[in-house]
């Protein structure tokens, strides 16, 4: 199984922290917060990775190389101008003919990548999206899901009125290459805006693995959320926390 990281943002919300560094490559508990999620891949036993790298590419090039040092085989899809979340699989659509893992290469998660892909499995699903579960949703993409766990409505960053869930996508995707029937060749796209809305549309089969006991998420999106998880990992107050380290 192939998986591709999304690590081509520059996290302009973490200034001065991202002036010289792109923000998937921010260091956490001795590791770059990328690292991270290519070490929980190759647990899972995924180790033939497309990385997406477009901010001060080469940092994050020079550090992973062919990715032999971390057990894995690591190719990368640089981005000239930015394409967006799922337009970024554009480029590698012709690499992604088997079921294949999406990663936000700038979160960090404890998620269960094996159970997620025994339920996307079971449910014969499209596409599969970890959720978790977020008291303040307006940042997310907010998702409403069926006893079953089918997908049945999604929206992005909705107004603090417009919250009807607060199951958000985790960044942690599990895709079939129907998937990208609805990424178009030229133009950015995204999977919160454009497609995971053109596909419910469609009927296709969307599910929702919601993120249960042991699977925590950490978003790390300002200077202050991510000087709180430096202090977290230097501290260790976590459970979840040491299982990355």
């Known amino acids: 199984m192939r ?18 560094t792109p923000k998937p ?24 990775l497309i990385i997406n790298t477009h901010y001060r590419a080469s940092t994050v090039e020079g550090y992973f190389g062919d990715g032999a040092a971390f057990g894995v085989n690591i190719t ?5 101008v930015l394409r967006g979340t799922a337009g970024a699989l554009a480029p590698v659509r012709g690499e992604l003919r088997e079921t294949f893992v999406v990663v936000f290469g700038d979160n960090l998660t404890t998620l269960d990548l ?43 960053k909705p107004k603090p009125g417009e919250v009807f869930s607060n199951w958000v996508n985790a960044g942690y995707l599990i895709c079939e290459p129907a998937l990208l029937d609805f990424v178009p060749d030229t133009i950015p796209w995204d999977f919160g805006r454009d497609v995971f809305p053109a596909m419910l549309r469609a009927g296709r ?41």
């Open 76 to 80: 990368y899809s640089r981005e000239a």
């Open 25 to 48: 490559m921010l260091a956490l508990g001795g590791r770059p917060i990328l690292e991270h999620n290519v070490r929980l891949l190759a647990a899972a036993g995924i180790r033939d």
């Open 114 to 156: 094996g159970a997620m892909l025994a339920f996307h499995r079971e449910r014969r699903a499209d596409v599969s999206i970890a959720l978790f579960a977020r008291e303040n949703a307006t940042a997310s993409g907010v998702v409403e899901v069926t006893d079953g766990g089918r997908i049945v409505r999604f929206v992005e």
């Open 205 to 245: 089969p969307l599910y929702g693995y919601c993120m249960g006991e042991g699977e925590d998420l950490w978003w790390i999106d300002s200077c202050a959320e991510y000087e709180q998880m430096m202090a977290l990992f230097a501290g260790q107050d976590n459970a979840n926390t040491s299982r990355l380290m």
């Open 3 to 20: 998986a591709f990281l999304l690590a081509a943002g520059e996290g302009q919300r973490l200034r001065p922290y991202t002036l010289e």
